[in-house]
């Protein structure tokens, strides 16, 4: 697992990297692109107020900044975060790790979009869940939580993605298995884009 040190490293070639193992279809950025797309049509179709959860260099947040959609963001690497003001420069982005819970300034605000890209896989199951618990409690009626990851539909997919990536496979990530993440949130639905990627939504039921 990388630490906030280790992202500020790896800012600067970050999009670059993953772009790399999107077009060569590996794991584990395969679909990445395609995943970011579904995320952005989805919330632009609602628009208002989006918070993303370490929105990283501000790849998918930046374009929905630019479509006029208002962005709060959290992330804790400082040097990721000085990229994507600059792209950003109005957006209320705070320094911080999530798993450890939001900003204040973020609780205080109701959201109609949430969204985590490649962020969430970080985190135990336990704290997904307790996160999660926490974000739905910030959506505004009828608002969306958008988490595109490296995720599976059970655990045989993610098994048999394990045996393909052999040593390029990272232990020390806890990703998405639908039919697991959906006994603690049973009103999400998954998309899946590629053989290791899909998209959950979890809907505000409150």
């Given at each position: 697992?990388l630490?906030?040190?280790?992202?500020?490293?790896?800012?600067?070639?970050y999009?670059k990297?993953?772009?790399?193992?999107d077009?060569?279809?590996?794991?584990?950025?395969?679909?990445?692109?395609?995943?970011?797309?579904?995320?952005?049509?989805?919330?632009?179709?609602r628009g208002?107020?989006?918070?993303?959860?370490g929105?990283?260099t501000?790849?998918?947040?930046s374009?929905?900044?630019?479509?006029?959609?208002?962005?709060?963001g959290?992330?804790?690497?400082?040097?990721?975060?000085?990229?994507?003001?600059?792209?950003?420069?109005?957006?209320?982005?705070?320094q911080?790790?999530?798993s450890?819970?939001?900003?204040a300034e973020?609780?205080?605000?109701?959201?109609d979009?949430?969204?985590a890209?490649?962020?969430?896989?970080?985190?135990?199951?336990?704290?997904?869940?307790?996160?999660?618990?926490?974000l739905?409690k910030?959506?505004n009626?009828?608002?969306?939580i958008y988490?595109?990851?490296?995720a599976?539909?059970?655990?045989?997919?993610?098994?048999?993605?394990?045996?393909?990536?052999?040593g390029?496979?990272?232990?020390?990530?806890?990703y998405?298995?639908?039919?697991?993440?959906?006994?603690?949130?049973p009103?999400?639905e998954?998309?899946?884009?590629?053989?290791?990627?899909?998209?959950?939504c979890?809907?505000?039921?409150?």
């Amino acid at each position: 697992m990388l630490s906030s040190k280790g992202f500020d490293l790896w800012a600067d070639g970050y999009d670059k990297s993953v772009g790399l193992s999107d077009e060569d279809g590996t794991y584990p950025f395969a679909g990445y692109k395609d995943v970011l797309n579904e995320i952005y049509n989805n919330v632009l179709s609602r628009g208002g107020t989006v918070l993303d959860i370490g929105f990283g260099t501000g790849t998918l947040t930046s374009k929905l900044y630019e479509k006029g959609c208002k962005i709060y963001g959290q992330d804790f690497s400082g040097r990721m975060i000085d990229i994507a003001r600059k792209k950003m420069p109005n957006a209320k982005l705070y320094q911080g790790d999530f798993s450890a819970g939001l900003a204040a300034e973020l609780t205080d605000c109701k959201y109609d979009a949430i969204i985590a890209a490649y962020s969430l896989h970080h985190l135990t199951d336990n704290q997904k869940v307790s996160l999660l618990s926490a974000l739905l409690k910030l959506l505004n009626d009828g608002g969306r939580i958008y988490i595109g990851d490296v995720a599976f539909a059970d655990r045989r997919e993610l098994d048999a993605c394990r045996a393909q990536a052999g040593g390029e496979w990272d232990d020390e990530e806890i990703y998405f298995v639908y039919d697991e993440f959906k006994k603690y949130f049973p009103q999400t639905e998954f998309k899946q884009i590629s053989f290791c990627s899909g998209v959950l939504c979890l809907k505000n039921q409150f």
